[in-house]
């Protein structure tokens, strides 16, 4: 497996960058997540680092080195984020629970397979068209769809999200087998509040990806002025041809059976909180009787 | 109000797949069992089932843990990880292995081997006890040594600190292997948090900075340990603690007492080891390897009339500041 992958965020005019993002993978597959931690409830900045935690720490215990079934791994790790944001919220006796957005990517055996809930997107271009992008679950885009018929509508306004008192309405996509060359976004709404679908294709196609996200970035911030929502890109190039020499290339190939790497760091699950759930105990035990194998052999 | 101390599991209990036999010892962190396989085989089981924080009453089997002490019993928990994670990486003959780990009764054990023979400190005291001049042969010291050094090594080549390394966590298994056993990272991270079940160091063993906290910890923290079990070793007691060797340092003074009956380059190495000042110390484990099994001809130098005269001044001295004390013990008593 092979991709050039590049990630930027940027925390626009705002106080607090709530914006979340960050990349794992293994020999023969890749986790790509995003998660934009929402305004109008407490430590959105939170909601979308356990968010990010939790998908990651999941992945890791069940890529080995791929997963069973991404869809199925996708719908169950956005719910685990989503209770977990709960707990934290009931631990710290929260009289409103952190909020954030969640999408999240995995691609392995030339396949790509997303969810998402909220407004944090993914578009995937191929040969500079739009092949897909999911559809936000906001009311305006409800009603751009024909699903609603109301008049005036705050584009701010999600119908779902995770961390609420609700379960999560979200979606999946895929899986769609992915060619030579496809570049796949993930991306705040910091983004494409500012720039068009368009713009962010045209962008997207004419470049490598670490030119390409930094230069969107920029314009987002630039056309959003001082009051800028945080800006957040990631964009991936699936089975590079050539090596792009800013971007970070990964040739999983040459990793070892059980090897991971994750730009996540688990700073909230690991240190601030106490927390330790069920998944992470099970996954703790699995890790260290994995461990205890590997050495074992070792020794024979 | 004392605290109860959460009952072990009776013998015959089943957890996950051994059978107790009986509790081997039991800490601050947990209780150790002697179990057995159903083929028989004979494994050491840490339960995790901190004393301060957990209760369990006769004959249960979990363990309950007051509401406002779960987030301490988890961040334990952590640490109880931490220290099976840093075991399973190794795999070598001197540090203790660990097995299996699995989660029962609520709470998770860690399966070892089970050693049999009887620590380090077993052997001093036994050793003392004899009143011989020597308590170790020197051969045996540097033998011994050498082998904890190997197991140690290996440790530190896993970015680890043992940090409570002293005669009670050496073991001396019957067909003669030195093993490090009781891995204290795990009680490092929750002495970090603050306010945990007991002193997280050995007065003796510790070396000054482990009383910091500070950052300076480093292999040559465990290297002072190491220094200071040898010292026992020899001297057949631990040394003075780090705090009172700041104020007044008495080491070089009650080494020299070992002058010939240890060679001198034995003596050396303690004082190596033992020094307060962390970067004076062997910076590695290897560099102590390489000075404890040098070869050379052992030279002895007996004490000098004027050394003799000081070491029994020093005596006197310190019996008569005892007998004072006892005296004004007395005093205060009878007032």
């Known amino acids: ?300 | 109000m004392s605290k109860v101390k959460p009952s072990s599991l009776p013998p015959d209990t089943l957890i996950g797949g051994y059978r107790v036999v009986r509790k081997l010892s039991a800490g601050g962190f947990g209780v150790v069992y002697l179990a057995v396989d159903t083929e028989g085989q004979q494994f050491a089981i840490k339960e995790y089932l901190p004393s301060s924080l957990s209760s369990r009453a006769v004959g249960a089997l979990l363990p309950q843990v007051l509401p406002e002490k779960l987030s301490l019993y988890r961040l334990g928990l952590k640490s109880f990880f931490e220290e099976g994670r840093s075991l399973a990486q190794i795999s070598h003959g001197s540090v203790v292995s660990v097995l299996n780990f699995f989660r029962e009764n609520e709470t998770v054990y860690m399966v070892m081997n089970y050693l049999e023979g009887g620590t380090l400190q077993d052997f001093v005291i036994t050793a003392r006890d004899l009143k011989k001049q020597k308590v170790f042969r020197e051969s045996t010291i540097r033998s011994l040594y050498d082998e904890i050094l190997r197991g140690l090594r290996i440790v530190h080549q896993h970015k680890m600190l043992h940090l409570d390394i002293k005669p009670a966590n050496i073991f001396i298994t019957d067909d003669n292997r030195a093993v490090l056993i009781d891995f204290g990272a795990a009680r490092e991270v929750l002495s970090k948090e603050g306010n945990f079940i007991r002193p997280m160091y050995t007065p003796g063993f510790a070396a000054p900075e482990m009383y910091r906290r500070d950052s300076s910890m480093g292999p040559w923290t465990d290297i002072y340990a190491i220094g200071a079990c040898i010292y026992a070793s020899m001297q057949g007691y631990p040394p003075n603690d780090a705090p009172q060797r700041l104020e007044k340092d008495r080491l070089s003074l009650a080494l020299s007492r070992l002058r010939g009956i240890y060679s001198d380059n034995l003596i050396e190495v303690v004082e190596w080891c033992m020094a307060l000042d962390p970067l004076s110390r062997p910076q590695s484990v290897f560099s102590l390897q390489k000075e404890l099994s040098r070869e050379n001809e052992r030279s002895y130098t007996k004490l000098t009339v004027g050394e003799k005269v000081r070491l029994q001044f020093d005596t006197v001295v310190s019996d008569t500041k005892k007998t004072a004390r006892k005296a004004s013990a007395l005093a205060t008593r009878f007032k």
């Open chain 1, 1 to 300: 497996m092979k991709f050039s992958v590049f990630q930027l965020s940027r925390i626009g005019g705002r106080q607090n960058n709530e914006d979340r993002m960050g990349y794992c993978y293994t020999r023969e597959s890749g986790l790509f997540v995003l998660a934009d931690g929402m305004g109008g409830h407490p430590q959105g900045e939170v909601a979308a680092q356990l968010a990010l935690e939790t998908v990651s720490a999941l992945y890791q215990k069940e890529a080995k080195p791929i997963l069973r079934d991404p869809a199925q791994f996708l719908s169950n790790a956005l719910l685990a984020a989503h209770l977990q944001i709960n707990r934290y919220a009931t631990r710290k006796a929260m009289l409103d629970t952190p909020r954030t957005t969640l999408v999240a990517a995995v691609v392995q055996g030339n396949s790509a397979t997303c969810v998402h809930c909220g407004d944090s997107r993914l578009y995937l271009v191929r040969e500079g068209q739009l092949l897909m992008r999911t559809r936000d679950h906001s009311f305006i885009e409800q009603r751009n769809a024909g699903l609603t018929r109301i008049e005036h509508l705050n584009r701010n306004i999600l119908f779902s999200c995770l961390g609420s008192t609700a379960k999560p309405v979200f979606d999946l996509t895929g899986p769609i087998k992915l060619m030579q060359g496809d570049k796949l976004l993930l991306c705040s709404d910091g983004l494409w509040g500012s720039l068009s679908d368009d713009e962010i294709v045209l962008q997207l196609a004419g470049k490598p990806v670490s030119d390409a996200v930094p230069d969107m970035v920029e314009s987002a911030l630039r056309v959003a002025g001082d009051t800028s929502d945080n800006v957040t890109v990631l964009a991936i190039e699936w089975e590079t041809p050539d090596i792009f020499e800013s971007s970070q290339v990964i040739i999983a190939d040459s990793m070892l059976d059980g090897e991971f790497a994750s730009t996540i760091q688990t700073g909230l699950l690991d240190t601030k909180t106490d927390d330790l759930d069920e998944a992470s105990i099970e996954r703790s035990i699995a890790e260290i009787n994995e461990a205890i194998r590997r050495s074992g052999t070792k020794k024979v």
